[in-house]
């Protein structure tokens, strides 16, 4: 079985997206995850802990994991991972 790569990346770009989203508001509201959010500030340029920034490190992060999907699920493919044991499909 080969993964769709497209919407394999996309799904993980959005997954990430909304992870930093929602961490980052706990974060802002709740002062939970301060450390995390401080550890990805070093790696995000301009990514502040405001309401702005929410946005701003969700769009990053789905970046990141849309490469991320692009990468594993290219390779995933092209190593022909899942392929019941050499067996075709007719």
């Known amino acids: ?3 769709k790569v497209l919407p394999f990346a996309l799904a993980l770009g959005v997954i990430c997206g909304i992870g930093l989203f929602v961490t980052h ?3 802002l509201y709740a002062s939970y995850g301060t450390s995390w959010i401080a550890l990805i500030q070093e790696v995000y340029p301009y990514y502040e802990l405001t309401l702005g ?3 701003l490190g969700a769009l990053y ?3 990141d994991g849309f ?3 692009l990468i594993f699920a290219g390779l ?3 190593f ?3 392929c019941c044991c050499g067996r075709k499909k007719k």
């Open 53 to 55: 920034g929410a946005f």
């Open 1 to 3: 079985m080969k993964l």
């Open 61 to 63: 992060c789905f970046i």
């Open 25 to 27: 508001m706990l974060a």
């Open 67 to 69: 490469i991320g999907g």
């Open 80 to 82: 022909g991972f899942g």
């Open 76 to 78: 995933y493919n092209l």
